[in-house]
């Protein structure tokens, strides 16, 4: 069965960076647009980025100029760069993709941005 590992999260101060990784297996990754999500609890999951197959990049508004979603198909990872954490940048982050329905959702990665 095919498997996403999210790791990277963490407790940063305001204006602190972060950098998430997905590690993903048993599926072909090279050939999927991947997404990075978040959840508040209690709220639905947000699309953060997403990076197609080619290498190109869609993100939030809320994270356009901060955040920077890149892939290695290599070692079958997606990374997710994040710069000028702010405090409403707190979430669990997921990674997934979405073409062909989404995968079994990984444990995810807690982001925690507070001084």
């Known amino acids: 069965q095919a498997q996403l590992v999210e790791s990277g999260g963490g407790l940063v101060p305001p204006g602190g960076s972060l950098r998430l990784s997905c590690a993903a297996s048993?599926?072909?990754?090279?050939?999927?647009?991947m997404d990075w999500y978040r959840q508040i609890p209690g709220k639905t999951r947000e699309l953060v980025a997403q990076?197609?197959?080619?290498?190109?990049?869609n993100y939030a508004d809320s994270v356009k100029g901060r955040f920077t979603i890149s892939r290695d198909n290599a070692e079958n990872t997606l990374y997710l760069q994040m710069n000028d954490l702010k405090p409403e940048d707190t979430a669990v982050y997921y990674c997934?993709?979405?073409?062909?329905?989404?995968?079994?959702w990984g444990q995810g990665t807690q982001v925690t941005v507070s001084s």
């Open positions: 048993r599926f072909v990754f090279r050939i999927y647009t």
């Open positions: 997934n993709k979405r073409t062909g329905g989404f995968l079994p």
């Open positions: 990076i197609t197959s080619d290498g190109d990049t």
